[in-house]
């Protein structure tokens, strides 16, 4: 089904001149409540009624990350605190948080995104959601709940973690409908096989995965391992949550854009310049219809392309290809481009490995080394008969050694950058449950 037919199926070309009156509005909107948008806008000589097509988004001054930081808690929220609903922080691994404040009004619109990405997905009403993502500051949590609620399913808010109850919860209540990273689905994937629950004995139609980068070759195993139907959210608390992309079931061919709230653009992650529809680079968002934290041509770090050719269901927003990397995660190493999803399609290649892995760049001298840390599948574990899989049965093992070598081989192959292989045992490496996952460590930072 398709919940907003009105919009999301709307003529591109009214869908275009929906954007450009609601654009004219928010820089509008912005510059008369946002002393930091006024500033930048005046700096740059734009009068905000000049703001009347899309053509003139590259005008317009990009907006980062440490702008908000710069600006904390609350320096760019366009109304008082007064008018304020509810507060969202990132965790804030560096520095302080990233802080998002919604009113009422912008909680209605992170509903219906999100009820119109649970319906892409293949929920319908009457069904139940059960709901991994974590409560909390997170947006994951509450801004899949809400949407699950106004599309009319019964949401399970279990939240991340204590993976016991959640496997028992699942056998009871048999939901339909799980949102999850795509990680945990695979860890809880792995609860029910070590039980014997085959597939098709898990009530699961359709899985809503979202808040770090996955493949392809994942979406395989978490479809045949849970005997669903996979799909991908895409948001960040910033534009306002999850709710601003999801896959639609009938094509999973690209995430639709909910682009009459949420207008994209790609550009040159070096320049900065306005990229043609189908060329990769990072996604930047105007949030067209926000009211507590409105931002003007967002700088997300995303690396993906759009795509605006009709799609079999029916829909005519525009799709954004998956994620590719992050320009924050991708890593320089001696000199060339390495992004973490590149390791991640040569170890999805591996029926030996699970898709757990870590990246660990350190610096010796001046030398960069890098090293590609996977967990073995349980079978492959019980195969090589080892309690640890230590680096003195990786060199006596004839399979073990074999199998590091094709990675190492394939890597370097690939991506042109020799990588150090360990193979770890099942259940070792680090898991998000509800959060995001860091996949890269870089400890040359460090020094
Ligand atoms: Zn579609």
Known sequence: MIFEPQFES???PRMRELQEQRLHDIVRYVYERVPFYREQFDAAGIRP??????????????TRKTDLRDH??????AVPTSDVSRIHASSGTTGKPTVVGYTRKDLDLFARVVARCLAMA???PGMILHNSY???LFTGGLGLHAGGELLGMAVVPVSGGMTERQITLLTDFRPEVIASTPSYALTLAQEFHQRGILPEEISLRFAVLGAEPWTDSMRRQVDTSLGVQATNIYGLSEVIGPGVSNECVEARNGSHVNEDH????VVDPATGETLPEGKEGVLVFTTLTKQALPLIRYWTGDIASLHSEPCRCGRTLARMSLIKG?????????????YPSQVESVLGRMPELTPHYRIIVSREATLDSVEVQVEVTDDFFRIVGSEVLSDDIVETHQLLRQLRDRIAYLIKDSMGVSMQVTLVA???VPRSEGGKLQRVVDRRALR
Do not use: H, Q
């Open 10 to 12: 709307m003529p591109r």
């Open 49 to 62: 009624d000049s703001v009347c097509s899309l053509d003139d988004l590259p005008r317009l001054p990009i």
């Open 72 to 77: 904390y808690p609350f320096g760019l929220f």
């Open 122 to 124: 293949g929920a319908e």
């Open 134 to 136: 974590g409560y909390g």
């Open 262 to 265: 949420f207008l994209p653009e």
């Open 326 to 338: 992050r320009t924050d995660d991708m890593l320089i190493v001696r000199g060339v481009n390495v």
């Open 426 to 428: 099942p259940g070792t």
